[in-house]
């Protein structure tokens, strides 16, 4: 097995399915507001997809090996939640930080990307974790470029979150994505400069760092799905799908709603 490079077909028909991703992400922005559920935000995204983007909900009905069929068209990981959490019943309140993560199938491509939202005010702690995990996102971005190593990425996110105090899961990673949900490679969000695969013009992968205020230890809630901090220290995930360019990177997740990159990151 191996890194697949995109044709400029295919890379035309991931913009597609990545920006509808992010279009979800903006479109839901203004029902999270303390007293929804979550599953009033999945049905609304799944409704979206389905009805008006004329997409398929990757994660419907995803089953890994090893997993049991994921039973909602998103996640929706509420405070120490790390990722994969399953939309229910839970009412979202004031001060809550929630990772919503949308992946879109069009035309038989992925596109695949999450945000943090904070539910009214936030604590200034839960703020400060959402802010120093999108500079890890965009980090990791800023190094994407033709003969680059993967392990670049993984190396410059791990210095940034543990420089603040924080620290990075092991467990859960970014992957390539195309044709497939989740293909090679694995992209780490830790680890060492100059290791690993190069990257070529045409690899498409996401990077999607779990960062958490406490332990990096994490487990599994017996849905089977949901991911928490062990310590139930709070955790923010951010989730962007990358290509190499010839010259650097194209953000595929881009949406008229998403937040630019910081400025200060080259
Ligand atoms: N979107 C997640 C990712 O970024 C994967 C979710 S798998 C699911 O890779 F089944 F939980 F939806
Ligand atoms: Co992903
Ligand atoms: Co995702």
Not at 143 to 171: C, M, T, W
Request: aromatic fraction near 8%; glycine fraction near 10%; charge should be negative.
């Amino acid at each position: 097995m191996s890194i697949s490079i995109k044709t400029p077909e295919d890379i035309e028909k991931m913009r597609v399915a990545g920006r509808l991703a992010s279009e979800v992400l903006d479109y839901i922005e203004p029902f999270v507001k303390p007293g929804v559920t979550t599953d009033e935000l999945d049905r609304l995204c799944h409704d979206l997809m389905v009805d008006v983007q004329g997409c398929i909900p990757a994660p419907l009905n995803y089953a890994p090996s090893g997993y049991n069929p994921y039973p909602k068209s998103i996640c929706a990981s509420v405070n120490q939640q790390v990722c994969h959490g399953v939309p229910g019943e839970r009412v979202l309140k004031n001060g809550d930080i929630v990772n919503l993560d949308i992946t879109t199938i069009k035309d038989g491509f992925h596109g695949d990307t999450s945000r943090m939202f904070i539910v009214g005010a936030g604590s200034i702690q839960a703020r400060r974790l959402c802010e120093i995990t999108f500079e890890c996102l965009w980090l990791g971005i800023s190094v994407v470029r033709p003969g680059a190593f993967l392990g670049d990425i993984g190396a410059v996110i791990q210095k940034h979150a543990e420089k603040n105090g924080y620290s990075v899961v092991r467990e859960f990673c970014g992957h390539g994505i195309g044709r497939k949900f989740h293909e090679e490679p694995q992209v780490l969000h830790y680890g060492k400069a100059g290791t690993g695969p190069r990257l070529e013009p045409g690899m498409t992968f996401t990077i999607e760092p779990m960062i958490n205020a406490g332990k990096a230890a994490i487990r599994e809630m017996p849905d089977g799905w949901t991911i928490v901090t062990k310590d139930r220290s709070l955790s923010a995930q951010w989730e962007h799908t990358v290509l190499v360019t010839e010259s650097g990177y194209e953000v595929m997740t881009l949406s008229a709603g998403c937040r630019a990159k910081p400025e200060w990151i080259g």
